[in-house]
């Protein structure tokens, strides 16, 4: 199966070395055989090779000099022309830029009956309709499992739910928020927190995307728009982050017993779908107050059965790559 | 797709009203054409019609005699004769008979390549392997979603994982205790919440199934033979019940800060898979200490990821139905 990496960041460095260096440490990856046939990067040079990319070598290379060389055209002209079977998109989310330009690249190879499988929370967050609709059209496999709690199989729970609706859900979507909040209720400062976690790094480089909820909002939107056909983007989520919580609001709901979280919520409303992203005080003995640090949690309402959960415990460096190795394999199965 | 019921226990009752009377509620229901040409219990009767028997009349009938007519032929006869497309056993487990005739029951359909679906947990405790190999075999479906946490659905997750190998899991697999240890720790007596358990209707019949940990040996073996190939059966697990815990040594656990809870684990230890269940004691702010009254819980760990939480809140009648519906979709969509 040839693909076409876009973006090669730490989700795509992470993912070339599990199929490289690491991968006699990942039994379950000897039946996937994936030829790279190039790499884009945004503003750090590209790579093309119709034959195969080493991707052991390229990963070095991309290390040692934190680039590749420049780009013999640019990634809409190369996901227009080269021939690979699946877009592997790994930019990273704009709210700004409402998805782009992750929407044009999906949509680039979608169009052409491509697979594609993304990491970027754009595509589903700001355009799922209509992709998963051209998807649809031209048989191809639009997935973004790791779009939201990383490899944790949200979305193949989902497609595995048969029979039973969804009617509703909420969450802890946003890993920074979570930790920060932790850390607040500790005694620590708000800046000292979010310094902590940009230090470990899986905080945004723009702290704002975590704290002021659009992470979680674009999260939201993803799940309603899949679980629940909202047809909603983030800028719709209603939304209040945690920016003006200081740690003494949270000792003090605390001590009387109360957890400070950033819950997301969907729910059916007079027959339309609401979403919401703020903080809330949940009580201690409430699964949401045992999703510690880094920890996310999903729960969700079916009409069938009493709430399921899903809790990713400390997720490390490897759960996003977790999470597009699953949906490649999803398409290899498919073709 | 033409389905034999063997058992018509709460379980079979509840899935035969929710495929008629309450069909309109659940919409998801609408792409499921099932007839039944048998309905067999272990005391009460039968029926068969190969014309298909309506399911709605038949479970009036059944509530208003307690029993069908008495049957023409025995189950195993009908299983080898009648022309049906997938058994659905719902009787119940048997640790003395070593999960017979439940077995007897799958493997007659599997031989025949028909599919089976069982609520029961017998068949995967004590004979996985044998009837999974024979499913293979035959092209079948074995499929056992509710065998364990109802219709929370374990098992088509770990078939998501996709690329990734499961190391081990812990969990809280049966109700019943968990929910007496709940009453012993508010200071009720053990005969007590076990009769109120068995007032609720989801104590089995005979509590020491639940109370000696049986239950939740079976559901380990079902676990570790389909998550880490470890051919045991429930007798292989090392067990300890909570038959001899107090509501005084629960309080005292309690009044140090933590709950005592029935773990089961899995791992391999020298190559070879432990499997243990027996009251621990958990602290208060870990996610186990959370899964109160009813709940159940797996933490499932792979060689990727951070560890995999699937809670189950609350489950209400209809959730191991469902379990059994979603795998009723499963063998429809795999024809």
């Known amino acids: 199966m040839r693909a076409v990496f876009v973006g090669f960041g730490n989700v795509g460095q992470r993912l070339a070395a599990m199929l490289t260096v690491e991968r006699s440490s990942f039994p379950g990856l000897k039946d996937l055989h994936l030829k790279t046939v190039g790499i884009f990067t945004r503003r750090r040079g590209s790579l093309v090779d119709a034959a195969g990319i080493d991707l052991g070598k390229a990963l070095q290379q991309f290390r040692e000099n934190s680039r590749f060389p420049a780009a013999p055209v640019t990634v809409l002209q190369a996901l227009e022309t080269l021939d690979y079977d699946v877009l592997v998109e790994l930019s990273t989310l704009s709210i700004a830029d409402k998805g782009e330009p992750a929407i044009s690249h999906v949509r680039s190879a979608l169009k052409r009956g491509l697979h594609v499988v993304t990491a970027n929370k754009g595509p589903a967050a700001f355009a799922y309709r209509k992709l998963a609709a051209l998807a649809r059209k031209n048989k191809a496999q639009f997935l973004f499992e790791s779009a939201v709690m990383d490899g944790t199989p949200i979305f193949s729970l989902g497609r595995a739910l048969h029979g039973l609706s969804v009617t509703g859900f909420s969450g802890i979507f946003n890993t920074t928020t979570n930790f920060v909040l932790s850390r607040l209720e500790a005694g620590e400062s708000m800046d000292a927190a979010v310094r902590t976690a940009q230090r470990l790094g899986f ?35 209603e939304r209040r982050g945690i920016g003006d919580l200081t740690s ?67 997720p490390g460096l490897s759960d996003t790559a977790a999470g597009v190795l699953q949906d490649l394999f999803t398409v290899a199965s498919s073709r």
Do not use: Y
């Open 203 to 237: 905080a945004e480089a723009d702290p704002s995307l975590d704290l002021e909820g659009w992470d979680a909002a674009a999260k939201t939107a993803i799940l309603a728009n899949v679980f629940l056909d909202a047809d909603i983007d983030p800028l719709q989520v």
């Open 248 to 314: 003494a609001a949270v000792a003090k709901a605390a001590a009387a017993g109360r957890r400070v979280k950033l819950i997301c919520r969907a729910g059916l409303e007079n027959g339309k779908v609401r979403t919401q992203v703020g903080p809330e005080e949940v009580p201690m003995d409430h699964l949401f107050a045992a999703v510690s640090g880094k920890g996310a949690a999903l729960r969700l309402e079916t009409d069938m059965m009493g709430p399921l959960w899903i809790i990713q415990e400390e």
